[in-house]
């Protein structure tokens, strides 16, 4: 495939040769924007380019940091790297962009801004000025700093097994054995491990309630909760719909879990299902090894988008040319996988820890949703155009998760393991619902009562866990390893009351492909025409055009269940 390397667009504002080594470096470039006058609409749309110039620059500056520091967390440099930022550079940016904000606000012009995005744009920054305090600069500095420390502790984690040292990604891979004594022992040995820094992973998250919950107070708000809705332009949902979703999970999907709990249970032949039984197949079969090496992933899943539109292979091509992929698991990598957008150069980053599961494969074709999203926004006018509201952006992840699979031969050759790769993603979307609302109960919990002591959280856990959880699983003598299952959630730590997004964005995605299923090219256009429009619409919007509802009803959630149940039935 020829392919075209991206540049960055030429800078009208910052010299092209700017590189961002102290704050007086840039503090010039501020000050412009805030003593600048603005007399009519020309004015203002340029003070708008330029400032969303700026403000690129730095958010790909601090991307790259962060990507640095979480591929080796074992570098210290790297690490103080990102620290200077967040400690030196944000906390100086901070009250610069309140008064950037209340600027233009009073500008009298930003009625005659009628192009679409800037009555987003406008509405946001209306909120950011509304919940902005001095008092909260030196708070966030602190959080950016200590959430990270998440990454370095679990980053470190391993087990030795049979001479080797594995990360507990790799170790997990083990939980497919059919050997059942064997998965019970690497799970005893991943659990052991994790409970070894329960403390301190508890401590850790007690100061981040800590801060967090005075970051609220300080702008005026009862709880941190509610403070994160507004800083996150929640506009188009309430906590109460949050609560409602979780009610509708409970009622119509939990139900099936415990159906397919005990499907499993008895094919398994066992008198219990115990926690290493959940990933073995039942049947037998070794576990599924879609890909043998980060290469062979790689060019499968470039080939897999290009079948779908030959764009979407030609957005992984690029990436990987540019070498903006690092795929595998090793010791002192941070944990997880995400895909960082870039913003002056458009072409983002995806990072993982593949082991060869099939979770592996998801993960690539859902970061790669991610990172089509961020090519498919790369020439819209602002960076704040750009940046997507979570809802949307894992609507692009998950739904390509599912519209992918129609070309998963590629990875399977086998018939019968190309089945059993489908079934097993989808019933994982019905384990995904239940977790989603697990997680995003617990964070309600966790800031509506921020003086908890630790025994309460445990408790709080258990019951909501107790909620949402299979009921067929038996947990007798792995308590302990019960009430810090929540620990394993990066997001909890790093990117709080970010996760209900997922389950919002997977019934979304059921729906898109349940469209691209019954007319492939019309589902896929209202797919790549939705990411388009970025930031310009609201999210009732964006989905519309998808062809779809923003809707968490009971009665939605029951519908899309019942035709994932089909389509599993087909399998």
Same mark, same amino acid.
């Given at each position: 495939?020829?392919?075209?390397?991206?540049? &960055? #667009?030429?800078?009208?504002?910052?010299?092209?040769?700017?590189?961002?080594?102290?704050?007086?470096?840039?503090?010039?470039?501020?000050?412009?924007?805030?003593?600048?006058?603005?007399?009519?609409?020309?004015?203002? *749309?340029?003070?708008?380019?330029?400032?969303?110039?700026?403000?690129?620059?730095?958010?790909?500056?601090?991307? $790259?940091?962060?990507?640095?520091?979480?591929?080796?967390?074992?570098?210290?440099?790297?690490?103080?790297?990102?620290?200077?930022?967040?400690?030196?550079?944000?906390?100086?940016?901070?009250?610069?962009?309140? *008064?950037?904000?209340?600027?233009?606000?009073?500008?009298?012009?930003?009625?005659? /801004?009628?192009?679409?995005?800037?009555?987003?744009?406008? *509405?946001?920054?209306?909120?950011?000025?509304?919940?902005?305090?001095?008092?909260?600069?030196?708070?966030?500095?602190?959080?950016?700093?200590?959430?990270?420390?998440?990454?370095?502790?679990?980053?470190?984690?391993?087990?030795?097994?049979?001479?080797?040292?594995?990360?507990?990604?790799?170790?997990?891979?083990?939980?497919?054995?059919?050997?059942?004594?064997? &998965?019970?022992?690497? +799970?005893?040995?991943?659990?052991?491990?994790?409970?070894?820094? #329960?403390?301190?992973?508890?401590?850790?998250?007690?100061?981040?309630?800590?801060?967090?919950?005075? /970051?609220?107070?300080?702008?005026?708000?009862?709880?941190?909760?509610?403070?994160?809705? !507004?800083?996150?332009?929640?506009?188009?949902?309430?906590?109460?719909?949050?609560?409602?979703?979780?009610?509708?999970?409970?009622?119509?999907?939990?139900?099936?879990?415990?159906?397919?709990?005990?499907?499993?249970?008895?094919?398994?032949?066992?008198?219990?299902?115990?926690?290493?039984?959940? !990933?073995?197949?039942?049947?037998?079969?070794?576990?599924?090894?879609?890909?043998?090496?980060?290469?062979?992933?790689?060019?499968?899943?470039?080939?897999?988008?290009?079948?779908?539109?030959?764009?979407?292979? =030609?957005?992984?091509?690029?990436?990987?040319?540019?070498?903006?992929?690092?795929?595998?698991?090793?010791?002192?990598?941070?944990?997880?996988?995400?895909? +960082?957008?870039?913003?002056?150069?458009?072409?983002?980053?995806?990072?993982?820890?593949?082991?060869?599961?099939? *979770?592996?494969?998801?993960?690539?074709?859902?970061?790669?949703?991610?990172?089509?999203?961020?090519?498919?926004?790369?020439?819209?006018?602002?960076?704040?155009?750009?940046?997507?509201?979570?809802?949307?952006?894992?609507?692009?992840?998950?739904?390509?998760?599912?519209?992918?699979?129609?070309?998963?031969?590629?990875?399977?050759?086998?018939?019968?393991?190309?089945? &059993?790769?489908?079934?097993?993603?989808?019933?994982?979307?019905?384990?995904?619902?239940?977790?989603? !609302?697990?997680?995003?109960?617990?964070?309600?919990?966790?800031?509506?009562?921020? =003086?908890?002591?630790?025994?309460?959280?445990?408790?709080?856990?258990?019951?909501?866990?107790? =909620?949402?959880?299979?009921?067929?699983?038996? $947990?007798?003598?792995?308590?302990?390893?019960?009430?810090?299952?929540?620990?394993?959630?990066?997001?909890?730590?790093?990117?709080?009351?970010?996760?209900?997004?997922?389950?919002?964005?997977?019934?979304? !995605?059921?729906?898109? $492909?349940?469209?691209?299923?019954?007319? &492939?090219?019309?589902?896929?256009?209202?797919?790549?025409?939705?990411?388009?429009?970025?930031?310009?619409?609201?999210?009732?919007?964006?989905?519309?055009?998808?062809?779809?509802?923003?809707?968490?009803?009971?009665?939605?959630?029951?519908?899309?269940?019942?035709?994932?149940?089909?389509?599993?039935?087909?399998?």
């Amino acid at each position: 495939m020829n392919i075209e390397i991206p540049k &960055r #667009k030429p800078r009208t504002f910052l010299p092209e040769n700017f590189k961002l080594e102290a704050w007086e470096t840039i503090h010039p470039f501020l000050e412009d924007l805030e003593k600048r006058t603005i007399a009519d609409l020309s004015e203002l *749309r340029k003070w708008f380019n330029d400032r969303s110039e700026l403000e690129a620059v730095l958010s790909e500056d601090m991307a $790259w940091r962060y990507i640095k520091m979480t591929c080796d967390t074992t570098d210290v440099n790297l690490k103080e790297s990102f620290n200077y930022f967040v400690a030196e550079i944000e906390p100086k940016i901070a009250p610069f962009s309140d *008064r950037l904000n209340k600027k233009v606000l009073a500008s009298g012009l930003i009625e005659g /801004l009628n192009d679409p995005g800037y009555d987003i744009l406008i *509405r946001n920054m209306k909120k950011e000025v509304e919940i902005f305090r001095e008092s909260n600069i030196a708070i966030k500095a602190e959080l950016g700093q200590r959430s990270h420390e998440y990454g370095t502790i679990s980053g470190a984690m391993s087990i030795e097994w049979e001479g080797q040292e594995l990360t507990l990604q790799q170790a997990a891979v083990k939980l497919q054995e059919t050997d059942r004594e064997l &998965r019970e022992t690497v +799970y005893n040995l991943i659990a052991t491990r994790r409970l070894e820094d #329960k403390d301190k992973l508890d401590e850790l998250f007690s100061e981040l309630i800590g801060m967090r919950h005075q /970051l609220g107070v300080n702008a005026d708000f009862s709880n941190y909760r509610d403070y994160m809705f !507004a800083a996150m332009s929640r506009f188009d949902y309430s906590p109460q719909d949050c609560f409602n979703f979780h009610e509708a999970v409970a009622e119509n999907v939990v139900p099936i879990l415990n159906e397919l709990a005990a499907e499993r249970k008895e094919q398994l032949q066992v008198d219990k299902l115990r926690p290493w039984d959940k !990933a073995v197949d039942t049947s037998g079969k070794s576990a599924l090894k879609p890909f043998s090496s980060s290469e062979d992933l790689i060019a499968n899943t470039i080939e897999c988008f290009r079948r779908l539109d030959p764009f979407l292979g =030609q957005c992984l091509t690029i990436m990987s040319e540019m070498g903006h992929l690092d795929l595998e698991s090793r010791k002192g990598k941070a944990p997880g996988g995400y895909n +960082y957008p870039l913003m002056e150069i458009g072409v983002p980053f995806i990072f993982m820890n593949a082991t060869s599961t099939l *979770r592996d494969l998801v993960t690539i074709v859902h970061e790669g949703g991610h990172a089509v999203h961020s090519f498919l926004t790369r020439d819209l006018e602002l960076s704040e155009f750009k940046s997507t509201p979570s809802e949307v952006a894992e609507l692009a992840s998950m739904s390509m998760e599912l519209l992918s699979m129609d070309h998963w031969d590629l990875f399977f050759e086998n018939e019968d393991d190309l089945k &059993r790769a489908k079934r097993e993603h989808l019933e994982q979307i019905i384990d995904t619902l239940p977790w989603v !609302a697990t997680i995003d109960k617990f964070q309600h919990w966790i800031y509506e009562h921020p =003086q908890h002591s630790i025994e309460e959280r445990k408790a709080a856990w258990n019951e909501i866990f107790s =909620q949402f959880g299979d009921a067929v699983t038996d $947990w007798t003598g792995l308590e302990e390893n019960k009430n810090y299952l929540w620990q394993k959630q990066l997001h909890l730590y790093e990117v709080p009351f970010y996760y209900i997004e997922y389950g919002m964005a997977q019934l979304g !995605a059921v729906a898109v $492909w349940k469209n691209f299923k019954e007319d &492939r090219e019309k589902g896929l256009e209202g797919y790549m025409n939705a990411l388009k429009l970025g930031n310009l619409k609201t999210i009732p919007q964006v989905y519309a055009v998808a062809n779809i509802k923003f809707d968490f009803s009971s009665a939605y959630i029951k519908e899309l269940m019942s035709f994932i149940r089909q389509e599993i039935q087909k399998l």
